[in-house]
């Protein structure tokens, strides 16, 4: 038999996690841009601000984080 695993209070699926998601989209982002001149150019050219701005939104977004993540 199946046992399905339920989350135990405080704690949700990864996949239901914003931070994993908005890694998810800049991951994604990156590799188009690698396909596309003008998005490999824009990422060369702004390096330090994207970097910046992806670990500003990743520790905004741990901090409004409550929950722990379990990934079964």
Same mark, same amino acid.
């Given at each position: %038999? =199946?046992?399905?695993?339920? !989350? *135990? @209070?405080? @704690?949700k699926h990864f996949l239901k996690s914003k931070t994993f998601w908005v890694n998810v989209m800049a *991951? #994604?982002? +990156?590799?188009? /841009?690698?396909?596309y !001149? /003008?998005? /490999? @150019?824009? +990422?060369q050219a702004n390096f330090s601000e994207i970097g910046g701005a992806w670990a *500003? +939104?990743?520790?905004? #977004?741990? %901090?409004? =984080?409550k929950d722990k993540?379990?990934?079964s």
């Open positions: %038999m =199946s046992e399905e695993i339920k !989350p *135990v @209070e405080g @704690e *991951v #994604l982002g +990156i590799v188009l /841009a690698q396909y !001149p /003008a998005g /490999a @150019e824009f +990422i *500003v +939104i990743n520790v905004l #977004l741990r %901090m409004v =984080s993540l379990f990934l």
